[in-house]
Structure formats: C-alpha cells, structure tokens
C-alpha cells in the first residue's frame, strides 16, 4: 500500500498568513494527487486534483503543485472558513489512501 | 446540483450489521463510480471500496474484505453500502463520495454516523 505522510500534522496561522502543507509519498503517484479541506462535522470538500488543478468553485487563494512522490498546498491568504483539517489522497491505485491531516489552527 | 444524501444515523450492537444508502441526483448514475469511505472520530478518512455504477463491477479493500457489499438500484439512483461482524472499532462516520475526474472524490454524501456498542 502507498503510505501518505503530510506535514506538519498542525498548525496555528492568522487570517491574511501565507501558509504551504505538504505531502509525501512512500512511491510515485504520478500526478494522482489530491487535496480535501474537512470542516469539523462536515464531509471533506475537494479543493485541488491532479496534484495542481483547482476544483470548480474553490477559491483561487488554493493552489497545489509536484509531481511523484512530493506534494505541497499553498493558501496565499488564509481566511476564517479556511480553519480546518486538510488531507491529500493518492488515487494512482488502490488501496486508496489519505495522510494523516492537517489541523489548521487559529493563532 | 449534483447531491448524495445518505440514510440516518444507526446503532448496532457488535456482530450485528448495517445498510446505509447513498442516493444520488443530477447527473447520470451510470456515469461515474461510487466509493465508500470510513472516517473514525479525529482519524484520517479510509477508502472501503467501490462500485462501477454502470456494470456493477466492485472492487473492495483487503482491510474489510469478507466483511462489506457495495450495491446498487440503478432505477432508484442509489448505492448501498453493507457491513456485517460490527465491531466497536467500526464505530464511525460512513461517506460515500462521486469520483470524478483522476479519480478526486469531487462529490460527497453528508456521512451516515454508526456507533457500535453493546
């Protein structure tokens, strides 16, 4: 199984902060790579696909970039609702897997 | 406006079971392929399987091999995901999500919540 690790596991940020998430696979996954914001007691909301391909409808502020095994997810400007747990998903193969999440904290 | 809606909240006692559905609208059933997920309380979400809606074709994961169905009523638009021998440790929220383009989750149901207790 492809095993994601994503780091840090948290983080504390202020509105209007530049903040980069990464993520890292234990091998290639090309570009099947994808990121999901989950607001508490929410479904998680997809927001990049294919590693750098913003979702219909999500703010530009979100952008993704790499290719293999080395992902990142930027915000260029954190805003209120952005407070939450991110998760990258590796859909190259099965078993699907997802990291570990990310918890965006308020500072 | 594509939308998943899934069944309510269940409780179960272990060994039991439980069928949760997940019915779908706007767009076209047999176009894409459903996929259940588990998420337990403050843990990182696991994919269960899937069903190709069009044919019927399942894949499920090794982890609940034995263990979990994924059906489907195309005339009713819906997705069934059955899981049997419930353990505590199956206590959970239950998703099933649309797989879209490179195969993102690009849809979501609300979750269906199952405790598993005695």
């Known amino acids: 199984d492809i095993q994601m690790t994503q780091s840090p596991s948290s983080l504390s940020a202020s509105v209007g902060d530049r903040v980069t998430i990464t993520c890292r696979a234990t091998q290639t996954v090309s570009r099947y790579l994808n990121w999901y914001r989950q607001k508490p007691g929410e479904a998680p909301e997809l927001l990049i696909y294919?590693?750098?391909t913003l979702q219909s409808g999500v703010p530009s502020r979100f952008s993704g970039s790499g290719s293999g095994t080395d992902f990142t997810l930027t915000i260029s400007s954190v805003q209120p609702e952005d407070f939450a747990t991110y998760f990258c998903q590796q859909s190259f193969t099965t078993p699907i897997t997802f990291g570990q999440g990310t918890r965006l904290e308020i500072k | 406006q594509v939308r998943l809606i899934q069944s309510g909240a269940e409780v179960r006692k272990p060994g039991a079971s439980v069928k949760i559905s997940c019915k779908t609208s706007g767009y076209t059933f047999t176009t894409y392929t459903l996929y259940w997920v588990r998420q337990a309380p403050g843990q990182r979400p696991e994919w269960m399987g899937w069903?190709?809606?069009?044919?019927?074709?399942?894949k499920y994961s090794q982890r609940f091999q034995g263990r979990v169905t994924i059906t489907t009523d195309t005339s009713a638009y819906t997705a069934y995901l059955e899981l049997s021998g419930l353990r505590s440790d199956d206590t959970a929220t239950f998703y099933c999500?649309?797989?879209?383009?490179?195969?993102?989750?690009?849809?979501w149901g609300q979750g269906t919540v199952v405790t598993v207790s005695s």
């Open positions: 999500a649309r797989a879209g383009t490179w195969d993102a989750f690009d849809v």
């Open positions: 294919a590693a750098s």
């Open positions: 069903i190709n809606a069009a044919n019927g074709d399942t």
